[in-house]
Nanobody, 125 residues
Framework: QLQLVESGGGLVQPGGSLRLSCAAS????????IGWFRQAPGKEREFVAS????????KYADSVKGRLTISRDNAKNTVTLQMNSLKPEDTAVYHC??????????????????WGQGTQVTVSS
């Protein structure tokens, strides 16, 4: 059974940093492109970043470019989202998800078939 578990969320002040991890179990991560999405209270789910199976191709939402970096370590079966220069509008529950269809990267939630439960990120002073 495919399972993704996020960790690393928490409370941080504006301008601070967090490092989110997405750990996979029950499957080999390198067969899947991986994406991060977020959902704030009262808002729709929003694409954040995605990374190809090999890790050579990445895609970011315009709102996070230059501040967030997605990477993967297939040997450790993990994907990381390094979050710098955080803003209050980054506050949300962050989910990682696995895409078995695309060899590149996608921002469409419907391409991602397995989802983690999410980790809360709160940016506040």
């Amino acid at each position: 059974q495919l399972q993704l578990v996020e960790s690393g969320g928490g409370l941080v002040q504006p301008g601070g940093s967090l490092r989110l991890s997405c750990a996979a179990s029950g499957f080999t991560l390198d067969y899947y492109a991986i994406g991060w999405f977020r959902q704030a209270p009262g808002k729709e789910r929003e694409f954040v970043a995605s990374i190809s199976r090999s890790g050579r191709v990445t895609k970011y939402a315009d709102s996070v470019k230059g501040r967030l970096t997605i990477s993967r370590d297939n040997a450790k079966n993990t994907v990381t989202l390094q979050m710098n220069s955080l803003k209050p509008e980054d506050t949300a529950v962050y989910h990682c998800a696995a895409d078995p269809y695309n060899s590149g990267v996608s921002s469409r939630p419907t391409d991602f078939t397995s989802w983690g439960q999410g980790t809360q990120v709160t940016v506040s002073s």
